[in-house]
């Protein structure tokens, strides 16, 4: 069975930062494409970053481009989000997922930036 496990959300007033994890099991983390996506009120589903667990790849959304770090610990099944320089724009619910768009996720960490 597929567990994505999001936390470490939290508030944090704008220019702070936070780490996001994500613990999986059910499935092999090593080889995978992975991604997280996030979701403000109101709106749609949006790509954050995305890493490839096997090479360490890594792309980003040009809006967290240079502010946020995606990572993954293979030997521990987990990918993390370092969120840096945090804007209020970035408050949203945080999901790690198996896709791009999000059909495949956890139940999110809430993130509020505010101050």
């Known amino acids: 069975q597929v567990q994505l496990v999001e936390s470490g959300g939290g508030l944090v007033q704008p220019g702070g930062s936070l780490r996001l994890s994500c613990v999986t099991s059910?499935?092999?983390?090593?080889?995978?494409?992975m991604y997280w996506v996030r979701q403000a009120p109101g709106k749609e589903i949006e790509w954050v970053a995305t890493i490839y667990n096997y090479r360490g790849y890594t792309y980003y959304a040009d809006s967290v481009k240079g502010r946020f770090t995606v990572s993954s610990d293979n030997a521990k099944n987990t990918m993390y989000l370092q969120m840096d320089s945090l804007k209020s724009e970035d408050t949203a619910v945080y999901y790690c997922?198996?896709?791009?768009?999000?059909?495949?996720r956890g139940q999110g960490t809430q993130v509020t930036v505010s101050s």
């Open positions: 059910g499935f092999t983390f090593s080889d995978r494409w």
């Open positions: 997922a198996r896709d791009r768009v999000g059909n495949s």
